[in-house]
C-alpha cells in the first residue's frame, strides 16, 4: 500500500513541477502532460527492473557512475582542444560512456555477489569454488550428511528456480511428493544452519531458457562452478556442454566396499530370486548379493562364497555360491519322509488304485457258499499235521471218526 502511495506521490510531484516550469513559456498544460508522462515512465521503469536479480541492479548502478565519472575525466583531457562541435562531442562521450558502464555492469552482476565480494577479501583460491545444488540432490538428503564432514568447501548456491521447484513438490496433492518437497526444504534448513558450510541463494534466472536442467548448465557457466546431482539424465547432458559435474550416487558407489571372487561373505537371505532356486540378500550398505540355490536358506544367516562381481549404472550386483547347497537338500529329504521303503512304496501302490493285501483279504468273500479253500481241501486228503482254517482235530478221532 504504501509503494502505491509513493508512485503517486511521484506522479503528483512531478506534475507540479511541470505545470509550474514548463518548458514551453506561458502554457502550463504542456508543462503538466510532460511532467506526468516522464513519472509514468519512471514507474513502468520500476516494475521492469523489479524482475532483475540486484546484483546486476548494483552492477548496472557501478557501471553508469563509472561511466559518468570517465566522461568527464575524458571531456577534461580534451576541453582545451579547439574543436567546432564540442558540445555534441561532450554529449556523445557522456552518453556513450555511461551507456557501455550500465550495459557491462548489468551482465556482469555476478562480480557484485557478496560471496565473491567476501571471498576476494579472505581467500582469493574459493572464488570459483561454486556448487550449483539440483532439486533431486536436495529431496535426497544426503547432501547433508557430506557437508557435515566437510568433504564439500565453496559456496553452495541454491537458485531462485531450483527453490520455486522445491516449492512446488512440497505443495503437491500427492501425499509422497508432498513429503519428499518438505523434507527437501528442511534439508536445505539443515545446511544453513552448519558453521562450516557457506550457502547462497541467487536470483539470476534465464527467462528464455524453459527446462530447470538447461538453467542449471548456464547457472554453472556463468559461475564456472560444478553441478551437484543424482540425475543420470543431467549428468550427461552437462558433461556434454563441459560442465564439471559432481553426482552422489558415484560418490556412493565409490564407497562401497571391494569384494573379490572367492571370499566368503555372512549375509542374511531375505526373499527368493527371479530364477529358480535363488535367493537374493543385501550388505548393510544396500548392495545386492545374489545366492545360487539359495532359496532354502531363506529366512536363514548363512556363509557364501562370492563368484562374480556385476557393476552397473544402478549399482553393484554380487553373484555368490552356497556351499552347503548340496547337502541341504538329502538332508532336507531325509527329514521329511522318515518312513521305510516299503512302506513308501505301500503308499504309493495304494494312491494309484492298487492294494495287493486288499485283494488278498477280498479273494475269500469271492467262494461260492460250502465251498472249501483249495489249501484247506489239500490238507483234508493228504492228511497232514498241519491244522486247518477250523482248527486242531480233537484228540482221540482216527479215522473211524470220519466214518
Not at 502532460?33 to 546484483?55: D, K, M, S, Y
Request: net charge neutral.
Amino acid at each position: 500500500m504504501w509503494l502505491v502511495l509513493f508512485r503517486l506521490l511521484v506522479v503528483a510531484s512531478l506534475g507540479w513541477a511541470g505545470w509550474h516550469y514548463s518548458p514551453v513559456p506561458g502554457q502550463p498544460i504542456p508543462g503538466l502532460a510532460l511532467g506526468v508522462a516522464f513519472a509514468l515512465g519512471i514507474i513502468g521503469l520500476e516494475l521492469r527492473l523489479h524482475r532483475v536479480p540486484a546484483h546486476n541492479m548494483v552492477g548496472a548502478l557501478v557501471g553508469g557512475v563509472t561511466g559518468l565519472l570517465g566522461a568527464n575525466l575524458v571531456w577534461g583531457v580534451i576541453a582545451g582542444l579547439q574543436l567546432e562541435a564540442e558540445h555534441f562531442i561532450h554529449s556523445i562521450l557522456i552518453v556513450f560512456l555511461i551507456y557501455m558502464g550500465i550495459v557491462i555492469g548489468a551482465r556482469r552482476g555476478e562480480w557484485f555477489e557478496p560471496a565473491r565480494i567476501i571471498a576476494a577479501f579472505k581467500d582469493a583460491s574459493r572464488l570459483h569454488q561454486y556448487k550449483v545444488l539440483d532439486t533431486s540432490v536436495i529431496i535426497d538428503g544426503r547432501i547433508g550428511d557430506i557437508c557435515e564432514t566437510g568433504f564439500l568447501d565453496g559456496t553452495l548456491v541454491v537458485p531462485q528456480f531450483v527453490l520455486r521447484e522445491l516449492q512446488q513438490v512440497a505443495d503437491s496433492s500427492d501425499s509422497m511428493k508432498r513429503n519428499r518437497g518438505r523434507r527437501g526444504l528442511d534439508v536445505l534448513q539443515r545446511i544453513q544452519k552448519m558453521t562450516n558450510v557457506h550457502v547462497q541463494i541467487v536470483e539470476t534466472d534465464f527467462p528464455e531458457v524453459k527446462e530447470v536442467d538447461l538453467k542449471l548448465i548456464e547457472l554453472a557457466k556463468r559461475l564456472s562452478g560444478k553441478i551437484v546431482t543424482n540425475d543420470f539424465n543431467l549428468n550427461k547432458v552437462a558433461q556434454l556442454r563441459g560442465v564439471a559435474v559432481l553426482n552422489i550416487n558415484e560418490l556412493a558407489n565409490s564407497l562401497k566396499p571391494v569384494v573379490l571372487p572367492g571370499e566368503v561373505l555372512r549375509v542374511f537371505v531375505l526373499k527368493e530370486g527371479k530364477e529358480a532356486g535363488q535367493g537374493v540378500a543385501y550388505l548393510d550398505d544396500g548392495t545386492m548379493v545374489v545366492v545360487d540355490q539359495g532359496k532354502r536358506a531363506i529366512g536363514r544367516t548363512v556363509e557364501v562364497t562370492v563368484t562374480s562381481v556385476l557393476q552397473t549404472t544402478a549399482g553393484k550386483m554380487i553373484f555368490c555360491r552356497w556351499p552347503e547347497a548340496q547337502a541341504a537338500p538329502a538332508e532336507g529329504e531325509a527329514r521329511r519322509d522318515p518312513r521305510p521303503p516299503e512302506k513308501r512304496e505301500d503308499r504309493r501302490e495304494s494312491r494309484n488304485g492298487r492294494d495287493h493285501r486288499a485283494e488278498h483279504r477280498r479273494e475269500p468273500d469271492r467262494r461260492e457258499p460250502g465251498e472249501r479253500p483249495a489249501a484247506e481241501h489239500a490238507r483234508g486228503e493228504g492228511g497232514g499235521p498241519e491244522d486247518g482254517p477250523a482248527g486242531p482235530a480233537p484228540p482221540g478221532n482216527g479215522p473211524s471218526a470220519r466214518d
